[in-house]
C-alpha cells in the first residue's frame, strides 16, 4: 500500500506539473536510433514536417524561452537530449497549399485547432537558448477533413507562403522497414531510427520505431525515402528511477506497438483534398 500510494502522488505531481502536455509513457527499441536531422545524408526530408505549438509559446514569437525536456517531463538527467528545448505537442506533414495532414486525436475540433500553431524550422540546427524564434510558424485556420476512427486530419493554414511540400503517391503499399520523422516529446524534428514493420490489417502497419508522445502525425517513410503512411498510437510503457525521475523503457524490436495508417488507406475525401494540394504552387 505503501507503494502504490508513493505512485499515486508522484503521477499526480508529474501531471501538475507537466505543461499543457497529457500524462505519456514511452518506448525505446532495443537501442535508442533517434538522429538530429543535421546528422540525416538528405536533411531536406525534414523540410515538409512540422511541429505543433501551443499558443502559449507560438505568441510570444520570436522570443519564446523554451523549457528543456527535463524540466519539462521530469526526465532523468541522463536522458538523450534531456537538456534540449521541448515545445512540441505533436507533428504534422505539409501536402500543398498550407495544408498539414496529421493525427486525429492532436487537433479534435476547432477549439484545438485555434490553440496550435505548426513550425516548420524546429531542428537541432535552430539556436535553442536562451531564447529561440521561428521564421515560419503559421495558425491552424480551420479543420477541413477527419476520419475518427482512423485518427487522421487535415488541417488548413493561415498562410499563404510557398511552403515545402511532401510529394504524396497513394500506390505506395506497406514496407517491412520504415522510419519516421518527427517531434518526439515536443523536441526538435528527430529521425526515429530504422525499425521493421508487419502489416497489423488492411489499413494498417504495426512498427517497432522509437517513437514517443509528440510523435503523433508523424509522417512514415519506406528505405525509398518515400512517404507510406502517418504514426497515430504506440506502446505506453515507461520506467521510474528511483530517484523519482523519468527514464525511457526499453523493450525489444520482437515487440512493435507503434501504428501507423497506411495512405493507401485514407477516405477518398481526403485523398482529393490532397491531391488538389499536390498541385498547388
Not at 476512427?149 to 493561415?158: A, H, M, N
Not at 523536441?187 to 508487419?198: D, F, I, Q, R, Y
Not at 515487440?255 to 481526403?270: D, F, G, H, T
Request: aromatic share 8%.
Amino acid at each position: 500500500m505503501i507503494e502504490m500510494k508513493y505512485l499515486f502522488i508522484f503521477f499526480f505531481s508529474l501531471m501538475a506539473h507537466a505543461q499543457d502536455v497529457p500524462f505519456f509513457t514511452e518506448t525505446i527499441y532495443d537501442t535508442d536510433d533517434r538522429l538530429n536531422i543535421s546528422q540525416l545524408p538528405n536533411p531536406s526530408l525534414a523540410l515538409p514536417v512540422a511541429v505543433a505549438i501551443s499558443h502559449r509559446y507560438a505568441r510570444l514569437n520570436p522570443f519564446i524561452t523554451p523549457p528543456t525536456l527535463e524540466s519539462r517531463y521530469r526526465m532523468c538527467k541522463g536522458e538523450a537530449f534531456a537538456q534540449e528545448a521541448s515545445l512540441g505537442d505533436c507533428t504534422g506533414v505539409h501536402v500543398g497549399g498550407g495544408i498539414i495532414l496529421t493525427a486525429q486525436h492532436c487537433v479534435k475540433n476547432k477549439y484545438d485547432c485555434e490553440k496550435l500553431s505548426w513550425a516548420f524550422d524546429f531542428t537541432d540546427t535552430l539556436q535553442h537558448f536562451p531564447t529561440l524564434g521561428f521564421e515560419h510558424l503559421y495558425q491552424c485556420e480551420s479543420i477541413l477533413a477527419q476520419d475518427v476512427d482512423l485518427d487522421v486530419v487535415l488541417l488548413k493554414l493561415k498562410t499563404k507562403a510557398r511552403l515545402p511540400k511532401q510529394r504524396i503517391d497513394f500506390g505506395v503499399g506497406g514496407a517491412d522497414q520504415v522510419f519516421a520523422i518527427g517531434s518526439p516529446l515536443g523536441l526538435p524534428l528527430k529521425h526515429s531510427g530504422v525499425g521493421s514493420a508487419v502489416m497489423d490489417s488492411t489499413t494498417h502497419l504495426i512498427a517497432a520505431l522509437d517513437v514517443f508522445h509528440g510523435n503523433s502525425g508523424s509522417p512514415i517513410f519506406n528505405l525509398n525515402e518515400q512517404m507510406i503512411g502517418l504514426l497515430v498510437s504506440g506502446g505506453r510503457d515507461f520506467e521510474l528511477d528511483s530517484s523519482g525521475c523519468l527514464k525511457n523503457y526499453v523493450t525489444s524490436a520482437d515487440l512493435p506497438q507503434e501504428r501507423i495508417v497506411l495512405l493507401k488507406a485514407l477516405p477518398e475525401n481526403m485523398k482529393k483534398i490532397i491531391q488538389r494540394a499536390q498541385r498547388s504552387r
